[in-house]
């Protein structure tokens, strides 16, 4: 992997640095006025000259895109070693916690009732009477966001020290796709923190991988609103423009990381990522972007080589003239070569598209929110490692985080205790008034929790609504598999169907046809939502794709059978939907096929009605509003 560039680079500043020295050795012996000092000045630029030397020489054994000058190389890696070394140490911080999470947590609310005891918050609700996580859990009341609304509203219009000491720039508005969108205070260095303890998991994890490989980020930028006082109301994700200097670490570069429209956004994405053949890895937010990132290559992989052969951005992309201007000057000129070798494999089909185009590529860093990872890894990104790496949310950043890419099956994620201030609710529990909690030290392997988290921004014992399954022990650090939302349960009389029994029921529905068909998506209403209905059921919404070459559905593949094969599934595995099919108070579900692209349109339906952004953007497994149920019937096939 030798670079003659790097090893030219190497061999000038060392240069440099024997020719200072010899400088300074001549002023010493001439004894000019101050000669001390001017030895000093130059002792100094001797040894940066001979340090730059030595990063020359290590970036010459490094993978690095061809298009980087020596000078860019050199910021490349500057950026990325600081950036390393406060991932590295925050990676340190957390596996600490590991054997002793207890402690951890112990101290971790210490420390956060010693910043944020004498805010307003903190006088009101006596946080300065906590000593422990026992009296924690007797004196602060368990809490939903409503709790926080009214002092969320005075930090956003500018008061200070009202729920924390701590910085607040940002305001992270949740999805709000299983619920109202919540505001969760935040600073963004903090989640910019989170993503380099990333990059060093991910060295760490995949040592084959260069320092100096590139990371693609698919992005698409969401609006920043402002509050009252102009602190930014936005999704975790969202770059704001003073962040850009940072972007450098990923494709593509600057402006391209401003860009909101996810097709300008995946055509930029795409532009930079293919003219650097060197290309390590990919972080995308959730599973689902892998597969429409690909499909938008298939449609567009021809504009796409034509810009990269010419160095050119088609001119119907919709871009600011300030953003085309930038992005234009990072891609330089044309570089037809590697255009014709994009050319060959996209017309090779997608099949294992992905390694073809970045050979030396070794993971897809993300979240398997749809639980697609090891049919991705049997299609378009056959050879590369899908990492479903932490387990986050808005209200803390990360929840967990996965130390096993390498293993199949459902994600298992070790609680970060050295962040986060954990507690369960057994899921028996969830629905009474006060239900009893449980601390790291104290949960069960095989038992389903409801999670309650506190962080140091002054959300304190609160019920987000996830609930997760202990699957063991990391050390001892629970390791926890996630398996639904709360809000996401099936409940028309008293039954509660989570969403782990629908999906094992509609993928055992589709069983009979697994060699013809595949689930694209899925989602689920309760008749409540459907106009006319006159009896209480569930309402399946499905689209699938056929993997004849007509793309005809296979025979006796249709809505009645569908709808009884689901049936099947959940009344065999759960016990109170049996009870209520059995008094006639449930009637059976009923199943609809919907046409292709049903559920993009009901994604651009809930962005432009809801404050959820691309980057954070989750499928709804349940529709919750009458008018996603009405988008869906009308997008059935019958």
Not at 383 to 406: D, K, L, R, T
Not at 480 to 506: G, H, I, M, P, S
Request: proline share 4%; hydrophobic share 40%.
């Amino acid at each position: 992997m030798g670079n003659a560039k790097y090893m030219f680079g190497s061999f000038l500043f060392a240069t440099i640095a024997v020719g200072l020295c010899y400088f300074a050795v001549t002023v010493t012996s001439l004894e000019w006025p101050l000669y001390h000092i001017v030895t000093l000045v130059i002792g100094f630029f001797a040894v940066v000259s001979l340090l730059t030397s030595a990063t020359c020489l290590f970036i010459s054994t490094q993978r690095i895109a061809k298009y980087h000058s020596i000078f860019s190389a050199l910021r490349l890696f500057v950026i990325k070693y600081h950036r390393l070394h406060l991932g590295s140490r925050r990676l340190h911080e957390m596996r600490a916690s590991f054997e002793k999470p207890r402690e951890a947590q112990e101290k971790l609310l210490r420390d956060i009732i010693k910043k944020n005891k004498n805010t307003d918050y903190g006088r009101r609700f006596k946080l300065g009477e906590i000593s422990s996580l026992n009296d924690f859990r007797e004196k602060h009341p368990l809490c939903d966001y409503e709790h926080y609304e009214d002092y969320v509203s005075r930090v956003g219009k500018g008061e200070e020290n009202v729920m924390t000491t701590e910085r607040v720039t940002r305001l992270v508005a949740t999805s709000g796709t299983t619920g109202k969108s919540k505001l969760i205070p935040q600073d963004e260095y903090f989640v910019e923190n989170m993503f380099a303890a990333l990059e060093a998991l991910r060295i760490q994890l995949f040592p084959e991988l260069s320092l100096m490989q590139s990371t693609l980020k698919v992005h698409a930028n969401g609006a920043i609103k402002r509050s009252q006082c102009g602190i930014p109301i936005c999704a975790a994700t969202v770059v704001d423009t003073f962040m850009v200097q940072d972007a450098g670490v990923y494709i593509p570069p600057g402006k391209g990381q401003l860009i909101n429209s996810i097709s300008e956004a995946f055509y930029i994405d795409l532009l930079f990522a293919l003219r650097d053949k060197e290309l390590g890895s990919i972080h995308v937010i959730f599973t689902p972007t892998i597969v429409d990132l690909v499909r938008f290559l298939e449609d567009n992989w021809r504009d796409l080589v034509r810009d990269l052969a010419e160095g050119s951005i088609k001119a119907d992309l919709n871009l600011s003239p300030e953003a085309r201007a930038s992005l234009l000057s990072s891609l330089g000129s044309g570089d037809p070569q590697r255009a014709a070798e994009v050319q060959t494999e996209c017309e090779r089909g997608s099949d294992g598209i992905m390694k073809r185009l970045w050979p030396n590529m070794k993971v897809i860093s993300t979240i398997d929110n749809a639980g697609i990872r090891m049919s991705l890894k049997k299609s378009v990104a056959k050879g590369i490692e899908i990492h479903s790496v932490w387990y986050v949310s808005s209200e803390a950043c990360p929840i967990g985080m996965n130390f096993w890419p390498f293993d199949d099956g459902v994600p298992e994620y070790v609680l970060d205790t050295s962040t986060v201030i954990h507690e369960f609710i057994k899921e028996d529990d969830m629905d009474k008034p006060n239900p009893p909690t449980f601390f790291i030290d104290e949960v069960e392997v095989g038992q389903k929790y409801e999670l309650v988290l506190s962080q140091q921004y002054g959300i304190y014992r609160f019920r987000f609504g996830d609930v997760v399954e202990v699957s063991g022990f990391h050390q001892n650090c629970p390791k926890v598999q996630v398996l639904y939302r709360k809000a996401t349960l099936l409940n028309l009389v008293a039954e509660k169907v989570d969403q782990l029994v629908v999906k094992k029921a509609v993928v055992s529905a589709l069983n009979k046809w697994r060699e013809q068909v595949s689930l694209v998506y899925y989602c689920v209403a309760e008749s409540i939502l459907i106009p006319g209905s006159k009896s209480l059921h569930y309402v399946f919404f499905l689209e699938l794709e056929s993997m004849s070459s007509d793309k005809n559905l296979p025979n006796g593949l249709n809505d009645d059978v569908l709808g009884q094969e689901i049936e099947k599934g959940i009344y065999d595995r759960h016990s109170f939907y049996q009870n209520y099919r059995g008094t006639g108070q449930i009637t059976a579900a009923k199943a609809h096929i919907t046409r292709p692209g049903a559920f993009s349109e009901l994604r651009e339906y809930i962005l432009s009605h809801t404050a959820a952004t691309r980057s954070q953007f989750k499928m709804p497994v349940k529709l919750r509003a009458e008018e996603y149920a009405e988008l869906m019937l009308q997008n059935s096939l019958n």
